[in-house]
């Protein structure tokens, strides 16, 4: 249903903004959970050395007032029906701020894989056992808390200027509200948190000699952090006063905005990195620690993960560095010509290492069975086929925990491809559901604050008015599936068989 210019200043409506590792996003959507406006901002990755991952957090918040202006450009009352604004935000990284609320340093990311030394000291004070009963996760390079103590030790000039630490997006809210603070999801994933407390881990932090002082307040992704500032509404053209909810981690607000706040179905999201996560109702976790658990949007919600760093990054690697192609759209119609299976060929989309299941930072990329009959097409193929392949092996560690799911979410860039929708059909032996809304977590940010702000009492009233699913569904096909059993058996062997190797 087309939407007139009058009737989008005539609604009442919430924003979501996305803070990426790519770009930022700012979204408006109304009460029906549908685009009314949007912005879009990118930026880049500083890489000062091959391992490392940084951000300049002044470009962040100045791409963020360009995407939110942008969003209002051409919307002349949008600002006066804007309700509440809401985050979601790439999780992990660690933005130090000293007293005067300014940037120490660059943010290190979720990225970053310079701290596996960190990792070893931290689990020779507290036990990898004692660690995991905590904070149902493992430790992984790029989280707050390894970063944090690589700091320590390699800028301490820096760390003794540290007044409070937070993750990417705690930093952008406090420049649009001015007040300081994280909720219980991104803060679940800095390393740093009591999943079953939901609260820090203050006796593991104590061990650790980590200042209680750098912890700000933490709390729920729909309750209300502030509102817009004179100075952010001069900046951004929003509207002083305006309602302003803590938001969330991005893969937590992406379950949200597609409606995954029960257990019964997942999300199998792929962009720059991918992950499948499942909505829990209490905090499960893999007892070898293999998947990530983290504090979804509200009090009584937690969620599983299985997390992938190379997903789409693997394809554009390609596009760009081997094959020289124009567009995704291409590949995917080379991709298209090739059997399921590949005809024998496997990737291995270990490109920037690997957390689910192997956590090794060291693991590489492999091409396994090419002979002279493959193409670039089956390299194509197969590259979609190995990113889907890594996430798999999440499924079965979550089926092992006796999680089944009767319906798949497409999320991200992933979900655009019927090739790669009907990949991930097939691997999981489970229909595939898409999204109307193309930004599943800016609507998922722009519901917490929907909530928070009253409109609806809850989130399962919120997502039941605001999540939309496509009518079109993607079934497995039987004689697929079974090709992609017998070669997932062959793929989980390639890791095994390289790891001395990498």
């Known amino acids: 249903m087309l939407i007139t210019e009058k009737e989008k200043n005539d609604m009442e409506c919430f924003v979501g903004i996305d803070i990426g590792t790519s770009s930022v996003r700012a979204v408006a959507v109304d009460m029906a959970g549908r685009t009314l406006a949007a912005g879009q901002c990118e930026y880049d990755i500083i890489k000062p050395k091959l391992n490392q991952a940084e951000q300049n957090m002044e470009m962040m918040w100045d791409a963020t007032v360009q995407a939110v202006r942008q969003m209002l450009e051409g919307n002349g009352g949008l600002k006066e029906s804007i309700k509440g604004i809401g985050y979601s935000g790439q999780m992990h990284g660690l933005v130090m701020l000293d007293k005067s609320g300014r940037p120490i340093r660059n943010a290190i990311i979720w990225a970053d894989q310079r701290t596996a030394e960190e990792i070893a000291r931290i689990y020779e004070t507290v036990s990898k056992e004692e660690f995991g009963a905590v904070y149902c996760n493992r430790l992984s390079t790029g989280f707050a808390l390894t970063s944090l103590m690589w700091v320590r030790e390699h800028e301490p000039e820096n760390y003794e200027k540290i007044d409070k630490i937070m993750c990417p997006k705690d930093y952008i809210r406090y420049r649009m509200c001015g007040e300081l603070g994280t909720d219980a999801s991104d803060a679940s994933s800095t390393g740093m948190w009591d999943m079953k407390k939901r609260t820090w881990a203050y006796d593991i932090l104590k061990k650790l000699d980590i200042p209680f002082s750098f912890l700000p307040e933490s709390r729920e992704a729909y309750e209300r952090a502030g509102e817009v500032t004179a100075e952010c509404a001069g900046l951004t053209g929003l509207k002083e006063g305006t309602a302003i909810a803590y938001g969330g981690g991005d893969s937590l607000m992406m379950e949200l905005g597609n409606g995954m706040i029960k257990n019964g179905f997942m999300a199998s999201t792929i962009g720059t990195a991918c992950h499948l996560t499942c909505a829990l109702d209490a905090p499960l976790y893999d007892p070898g620690l293999r998947t990530n658990t983290w504090c979804h949007a509200s009090e009584r919600l937690w969620s599983i993960m299985g997390a992938h760093l190379s997903g789409g990054v693997a394809l554009k690697w390609l596009k760009n560095n081997i094959l020289e192609m124009g567009t995704f759209d291409e590949m995917n119609e080379y991709a298209a010509k090739v059997p399921e299976g590949s005809e024998g060929l496997l990737f291995l989309p270990y490109l920037n290492g690997e957390r689910t299941p192997h956590n090794d930072p060291d693991a590489k990329a492999v091409y396994l069975g090419m002979t002279l009959k493959h193409t670039k097409a089956h390299m194509i193929r197969s590259t ?52 109307r809304e193309k930004e599943q977590a800016s609507l998922g940010a722009a519901i917490s604050a929907a909530v928070g702000c009253g409109y609806f009492a809850d989130y399962e009233e919120a997502c039941a008015g605001m999540v939309r699913l496509n009518e079109e569904v993607t079934e497995p096909d039987p004689e697929h599936v079974k090709i992609y059993d017998e070669e997932f058996l062959r793929f989980r062997e390639i890791y095994k068989a390289n790891k001395g190797i990498f």
């Open 384 to 435: 979609m086929e190995g990113i889907v392949y890594s996430m798999k092996e999440s499924m079965a560690i979550l089926e092992s925990l006796g999680i089944r799911a009767d319906r798949v979410i497409a999320s991200g860039g992933g979900a655009k491809s019927p090739l790669f929708r009907q990949i991930q059909a097939d691997m999981y032996n489970c229909p595939v559901y898409t999204n």
